[in-house]
T-cell receptor, first 109, second 114 residues
Framework: GQNIDQPTEMTATEGAIVQINCTYQ??????LFWYQQHAGEAPTFLSY??LDGLEEKGRFSSFLSRSKGYSYLLLKELQMKDSASYLC??????????WGAGTKLIIKP | IAGITQAPTSQILAAGRRMTLRCTQD?????MYWYRQDLGLGLRLIHY???????GKGEVPDGYSVSRANTDDFPLTLASAVPSQTSVYFC?????????????FGPGTRLTVL
């Protein structure tokens, strides 16, 4: 079966750095997406990785290792507004997104 | 309209009733999707459409139907609602259904079936 695993909840301090991990087992791989979802709102796109390595976009970076079936999202200089759920999704061989359950990130002052 | 709109925002429905959730996008995207989101579970794909006139089944299609008569609209119908269909429903769209195709989401419809 297809499976995306990520921690249920993480807590971090304002101004700090946090790494949210995602491991996956899917039928085929056509890229990995990270989305942010604030409570009661729709998911919004953060990043896309299809090749191994690190993609940096401002305070957010995303890393992919296809051989290990592993990705992480790195958030730097945390702000209170970063409190949200972070969703990992893999595009499978049918070009459909398989979603993890999401990681709820709580930022404390 | 800017982006994707969904209607209604929320709905309470008696079991056995028929319900259509509406989704409209103005970005001229070819691909559209319907997901449900339940607590503790990831988004699950119900149905999708890669282009107007075509539809396909996702992971959890039973009890739902869709149509794609034109590019902009992608309604989801529950023929006879059951309590297990209580969920938050998101419509999404992307330029294509292929690689690097970021999906844009509507605000969601919160549906409760009693």
């Amino acid at each position: 079966g297809q499976n995306i695993d990520q921690p249920t909840e993480m807590t971090a301090t304002e101004g700090a750095i946090v790494q949210i991990n995602c491991t996956y087992q899917t039928s085929g791989f056509n890229g990995l997406f990270w989305y942010q979802q604030h409570a009661g709102e729709a998911p919004t796109f953060l990043s896309y990785n299809v090749l191994d390595g690190l993609e940096e976009k401002g305070r957010f970076s995303s890393f992919l290792s296809r051989s290990k079936g592993y990705s992480y999202l790195l958030l730097k200089e945390l702000q209170m507004k970063d409190s949200a759920s972070y969703l990992c999704a893999v595009m499978d061989s049918n070009y459909q997104l398989i979603w993890g359950a999401g990681t709820k990130l709580i930022i404390k002052p | 309209i800017a982006g994707i709109t969904q209607a209604p925002t929320s709905q309470i429905l008696a079991a056995g009733r028929r319900m259509t959730l509406r989704c409209t996008q103005d970005m001229r995207h070819n691909a559209m999707y319907w997901y449900r989101q339940d607590l503790g579970l990831g988004l699950r794909l119900i149905h999708y459409s890669n282009t107007a006139g075509t539809t396909g089944k996702g992971e959890v299609p039973d009890g739902y139907s869709v149509s794609r008569a034109n590019t902009d609209d992608f309604p989801l119908t529950l023929a006879s609602a059951v309590p297990s269909q209580t969920s938050v429903y998101f419509c999404a769209s992307s330029t294509t259904g292929g690689l690097e195709s970021e999906q844009f989401f509507g605000p969601g419809t919160r549906l409760t079936v009693l």
